[in-house]
């Protein structure tokens, strides 16, 4: 029973971590940036952030 029960927790916690965080730009001046960015794409989540204000700040995106 415990083993099922350790099975089932290294499951779900894999699942987790296996998510990738991205965000879909759209609506972007002249359509520069439109497209999906992904945290894995960068070397930093900092990067990454960066990028998404950026594309949002100065081509008018819409990032989700």
């Known amino acids: 029973m415990k083993k099922s029960i350790y099975l089932m927790i290294a499951i779900f916690g894999l699942g ?14 002249l359509g520069v940036g439109n497209g999906e960015y992904c945290q ?3 070397d930093s989540k900092q ?5 998404i204000a950026n594309l949002e700040a ?3 995106c ?3």
């Open 16 to 29: 987790f971590a296996s998510c990738k965080k991205c965000q879909t730009c759209t609506d972007c001046t």
């Open 40 to 42: 894995d794409d960068f």
């Open 47 to 51: 990067q990454y952030d960066d990028a």
């Open 58 to 60: 100065n081509a008018n």
């Open 62 to 64: 819409t990032c989700k």
